[in-house]
């Protein structure tokens, strides 16, 4: 398939996206900073891409990760802003549609390709949005084996019910389970309005990068980014590599990055002995050549970052849900739903007992007082540990809602100065 990058004529393979043909045909640098001009690459293999950032036909900036490669492609480099060509026609049509269902499942990962199939096994209506043109989630990107099979056997095995919605993002979740996505289609977008009964969020998680002097040169990205192309794209333009691995899934991808021919010089794993990167070297383009592991310098032109995961709770707060910070995984996963939704899979963080990941609605129906289990045992220890605490607020919540004799009457509130917290 042939394109075109700043002009320059390329070539890729179908089922690449941009950013997967660049790295295939050797381009480093894909951008520069907005301020100072620093040279950019590809970061990540995903919509979460901050580096990578393109102009393509009329649209003025998109992610080069997420622009699925087509025969006569033109795109431009940007500078961190986006470029309108005034000249440009746009010939796309963009309309909307309207769709009700039972359950509504956002994410084509393993947990959400369960959740469709075990809905539609109960006879509900069931819609499946991903926003990959495959469904798999992170079983595209690795080399994992279900039952002696590739998991991707198991996904293509699936007999899933009713209407899935490739290429779509959900991009608004509203009040009474309404879901708000987009499909991109060659001939245009559609808004898709989608009302369900029940929603469940299967969105995954994205890897966390480490801050460290010139993590932001060409040559450096997330360690779940180089597996993908490695094994998704078959992209592996690197020679030696060093991971730098905070989380267990460093390990993974240098596994993966050694099994696609590429030299793992060093894993760098702080918890095993307390090494650290302490900064990167480059060229005089500024790409990467060399890694700083403490005060030694090791020879590499990748470097695969680590450093755990956030789960993707963007839509669950959107919905009014309450987060809350898990101390082990040092982020914020979804915590109690506020409308008929149930979280599944990455977004949940790591795997624990099923009691704790119970919810309960704040008050309400159900709920047997306010907030969940876990928010009344933490106030009850609270009062505990300071009772003139305690007093104080038991006392105030006294005044507060008891009047005095003769001055409360029915229907009409009571507006006294005792009412007032002191």
Same mark, same amino acid.
């Given at each position: 398939?042939? !394109?075109? !990058?700043?002009? @320059?004529?390329?070539?890729?393979?179908?089922? +690449?996206?941009?950013?997967?043909? =660049?790295?295939?045909? &050797?381009?480093?640098? $894909?951008?520069? #900073?907005?301020?100072?001009?620093?040279?950019?690459g590809v970061f990540t293999a995903g919509p979460e891409e901050p580096n990578a950032l393109v102009r393509v036909g009329p649209d003025p900036m998109l992610a080069a990760t997420t622009v699925e490669l087509y025969d006569g492609l033109e795109a431009w480099s940007l500078r961190g802003k986006g470029r309108v060509d005034p000249h440009a026609? +746009?010939?796309?049509?963009?309309?909307?549609? %309207?769709?009700?269902?039972?359950?509504? $499942?956002?994410? &084509?990962?393993?947990?959400?390709?369960a959740a469709a199939s075990a809905a539609g096994r109960l006879g509900a209506r069931v819609i499946l949005v991903d926003d990959q043109p495959r469904l798999g989630g992170d079983l =595209?990107?690795?080399?994992? =084996?279900?039952d002696d099979a590739?998991?991707?056997?198991?996904?293509?095995? =699936?007999?899933?019910p009713g209407r899935v919605l490739t290429r779509t993002t959900a991009v608004g979740y509203y009040d009474h389970n309404y879901v708000v996505a987009v499909e991109r289609r060659a001939r245009g977008e559609r808004l898709w309005h989608i009302r369900a009964r029940r929603v469940v969020l299967a969105t995954g998680a994205h890897e966390r990068s $480490?801050?460290?002097?010139?993590? +932001?040169?060409?040559?450096?990205?997330?360690? #779940?980014?180089?597996?993908? %192309?490695?094994?998704?794209?078959?992209?592996?333009?690197?020679?030696? *590599?060093v991971v730098f691995a905070c989380a267990d899934s460093g390990h993974e991808a240098a596994a993966d990055l050694a099994a696609a021919g590429v030299e793992v010089v060093e894993v760098v794993d702080p918890r095993r002995d307390g090494q650290v990167v302490t900064g990167t070297t480059g060229d005089a383009e500024g790409v990467l050549k060399g890694?700083?592991?403490? #005060?030694?310098? $090791?020879?590499? +032109?990748?470097?695969?970052?680590?450093?755990?995961?956030?789960?993707?709770?963007h839509l669950f707060s959107q919905s009014q849900g309450r987060a809350r910070f898990d101390e082990e995984l040092q982020a914020f996963v979804p915590g109690t739903s506020a409308q008929a939704e149930r979280s599944a899979?990455?977004?949940?963080?790591?795997?624990?007992?099923?009691?704790?990941?119970?919810?309960?609605?704040?008050?309400?129906?159900? #709920?047997?007082?306010?907030?969940?289990?876990?928010? @009344?045992?933490r106030r009850r220890e609270r009062v505990r540990r300071e009772?003139?605490?305690?007093?104080?607020?038991?006392?105030?919540? *006294?005044r507060r809602w008891r009047a005095p004799r003769g001055q409360a009457r029915r229907g009409q509130a009571w507006r006294g100065q005792a009412g007032r917290r002191p």
């Open positions: 398939m042939r !394109f075109t !990058f700043d002009g @320059r004529p390329l070539r890729g393979e179908p089922g +690449d996206t941009l950013a997967a043909a =660049l790295l295939r045909n &050797g381009v480093r640098v $894909v951008g520069r #900073s907005v301020t100072l001009g620093r040279p950019r026609v +746009d010939e796309r049509r963009c309309d909307k549609g %309207y769709l009700h269902c039972d359950v509504l $499942v956002v994410g &084509g990962g393993p947990a959400g390709l =595209l990107n690795g080399r994992l =084996l279900l590739p998991a991707l056997d198991w996904v293509a095995g =699936l007999d899933l $480490v801050a460290f002097p010139g993590n +932001d040169r060409p040559g450096v990205m997330l360690a #779940s980014a180089a597996r993908a %192309y490695a094994n998704r794209y078959g992209v592996a333009p690197w020679r030696r *590599a890694v700083l592991i403490g #005060s030694r310098h $090791v020879e590499a +032109d990748l470097l695969a970052v680590a450093g755990g995961w956030n789960p993707a709770v899979g990455g977004v949940q963080g790591p795997v624990r007992h099923p009691r704790r990941h119970r919810r309960r609605p704040r008050g309400g129906h159900g #709920s047997g007082g306010t907030g969940t289990r876990r928010q @009344r045992r009772p003139d605490r305690g007093a104080r607020a038991g006392r105030w919540r *006294a």
